[in-house]
């Protein structure tokens, strides 16, 4: 797999927050995560807090984080930001392949 399919793979994250998606291919869930301490690496120890069904509009998805798990407004903006570039990509899914393959 590619460096940028790997990277499209991984979490993100702000802070001690982290958001992936259960797949990258045709989504339904957020997965939210935290991290014991701020930090900038994925690779990190963390724990799963919940899952929320997938919202594609960035508006929506950002208060449902808000409210829902309870996650600071900017810490929300960023990650549903991040999320929806890495959905954006043109190699996502190469990334999902790979992220399946090795599940």
Do not use: C
């Amino acid at each position: 797999m590619s460096k940028t399919a790997t990277h499209i793979a991984q979490p993100a994250r702000h802070g001690d927050w982290g958001l992936n998606v259960d797949k990258l291919v045709q989504p339904s869930e957020f997965v939210v995560f935290r991290y014991p301490a701020e930090g900038r690496r994925h690779s990190e120890p963390s724990s799963e807090v919940q899952r929320l069904p997938y919202i594609a509009n960035a508006d929506a998805a950002i208060l449902e984080l808000v409210e829902k798990a309870g996650m600071p407004k900017p810490a929300a903006v960023s990650l549903v930001m991040a999320i929806g570039a890495k959905l954006a990509s043109a190699k996502v899914e190469d990334a999902d392949t790979a992220r399946r393959a090795g599940a």
